[in-house]
DNA sequence: GTAAAATAGTTTGCAAGACTAACTATTTTG
DNA sequence: CAAAATAGTTAGTCTTGCAAACTATTTTAC
């Protein structure tokens, strides 16, 4: 296949994934879909022994600015799925950690991202599905290595 | 692995892709990045003894709305990389072309996007570049059969 | 052969998502 | 201790994309 040629698949097959959040869009979920993606993140990585996590931490997880994550927290905050904790060592420090009723939130809403992406698992076999997150963890660190670069003297993530 | 943590990694993936379009945010270029988009599309995919692409066909390939083409194709068109041309078989169709200057300004937009993709694929290897490809190529057939699933009876693709 | 339905595209108005710049409050460093 | 750095927030804005309602044309059904 010809350089250029290639370069356009990997675009529209970026292009064609960056919708896929439709699949799940559930219109009985209380909250907007990105506090969705952050509450599951936090969910799911939160280690059991911490008392939260920080909002720049998420911000850089998630690959989105800090202003980003503070309205997503202040929307999550407001309907009692999280709060903010100061860290007495360091008083800028903040805290996100989701409540009961967040996790509870996250519960209810698996089942049905479990419905959707679950079918695309079986759609894709035992064996593309693997092979597919390997991959995609190697673009994720290309991603990761590239934005560093990138970086360099600014305030943040930069772009 | 537990199937929730798999649907986990999948959702983690596809969220830490949506916006890998910053990686090319190139300020330079003179029109919208959805529009560039569009734009690359219709250069890249109109067969050669075609006069245009209909704004509808547009927004099935990209699962856009017409509306959403609509916008689109106006600002392209104000700034002269398309053109709108009447069907006169039925004056109702709409046929968008790409100018001179539109495939120009893909051709200069490709170096950089070559750049930006082209150092990923070269760090995915032939091998995984290849695959990944190949097992997108698949979830977008499972997207694809879904919509359709879900789009009885709605005007248009209904979500 | 015309009235109703369907189709193609557009206009309008809006909501979600995410950014930058500038700000406050704290902590670290020279 | 003053200056720089860090964490978070606020304010304002831009981009993307949608749904609903509209116009114009063509097809369908009686």
Chains 1, 2 share one sequence.
């Not at 809403?109 to 991959?135: C, K, M, P, V, W």
């Amino acid at each position: 296949m010809d350089r250029k040629d290639k370069v356009m698949e990997f675009i529209a097959m970026f292009e064609g994934l960056r919708r896929y959040r439709r699949w799940f869009r559930d219109h009985s979920i209380p909250v907007r879909k990105n506090e969705m993606m952050l509450l599951m993140y936090l969910v799911h990585n939160l280690p059991s022994d911490s008392v939260g996590m920080q909002p720049s931490e998420l911000g850089e997880r998630l690959r989105l600015t800090r202003p980003t994550i503070t309205t997503m927290v202040n929307g999550l905050e407001g309907k009692g799925y999280v709060v903010r904790l100061n860290d007495e060592e360091d008083r800028r420090v903040v805290y996100v950690r989701p409540t009961e009723s967040g996790m509870e939130l996250v519960r209810e809403a698996q089942a049905n991202f479990a419905t959707n992406i679950g079918d695309l698992i079986d759609y894709l076999g035992e064996g593309d599905s693997q092979e597919l997150l390997r991959i995609m963890k190697r673009v994720r660190q290309f991603m990761d290595s590239r934005k560093t670069n990138e970086a360099r003297g600014t305030d943040e993530c930069g772009d």
